[in-house]
């Protein structure tokens, strides 16, 4: 692979990850929750997700959802009830308790960050129809798939780093519990919103 060809990726891969979508919209809505401590996990979730849809993509999924309508919005609405869920939790949360559980909730973020990545049909279909693009068959192919994956990981990784960096600054910033309850109805607004986003999207 020329180094045209992995800058043209890594500005196609940056343009992606950088846009909004039920990821980031979690990424944001979560650290809004429980701060700064969220990063790591979310980093580490997203990205478990990111390589389980390229796995399931290069294992065929990708094809099978690109042409059943009906996997594809079972999937759909699996990952657009899923955000929903964590949107009606996130209000429901109290601001008292976000301090306190931020760090024993580690775990549980990190798993949603991972589901909602993963059960992104779009994501799948994407990778499947994506890397072709960049790969030059008269190059052995294991190697330029390995040096995608790894690129588009890295690119993710600061994506989700900066979304969450910025919105978990902005939350320790405000100490006022009233104001604290507010941003944990912003988080859960954001998080349903991002599940009706999906449950509206088209292959």
Do not use: H
Request: glycine share 8%; aromatic share 10%.
């Amino acid at each position: 692979m020329n180094i045209e060809t992995w800058l043209s990726f890594a500005l196609a891969a940056m343009v992606l990850c950088f846009s909004p979508g039920p990821t980031l919209l979690l990424v944001m809505g979560q650290s809004l929750t429980y701060g700064k401590r969220s990063v790591v996990p979310l980093i580490l979730g997203v990205l478990s997700g990111d390589i389980i849809a390229m796995s399931l993509s290069v294992l065929g999924l990708g094809a099978i959802l690109a042409v059943s309508a009906t996997l594809f919005t079972l999937f759909k609405f699996l990952g657009a009830a899923y955000l929903c869920y964590l949107g009606i939790k996130a209000w429901r949360s109290k601001a008292a308790k976000a301090e306190e559980t931020a760090q024993v909730a580690s775990g549980a973020i990190f798993k949603e960050a991972l589901l909602v990545t993963a059960l992104n049909p779009k994501g799948i279909v994407f990778f499947m129809a994506f890397f072709p693009l960049f790969i030059d068959t008269a190059l052995p192919y294991l190697p330029q798939v390995l040096t995608l994956a790894v690129t588009f990981l890295l690119v993710s990784a600061l994506s989700v780093s900066f979304y969450s960096l910025f919105a978990g600054q902005l939350r320790q910033k405000i100490r006022s519990p009233k104001l604290q309850s507010g941003f944990n109805k912003l988080s859960g607004t954001m998080l349903i919103g991002a599940g009706a986003l999906t449950a509206t999207m088209q292959k």
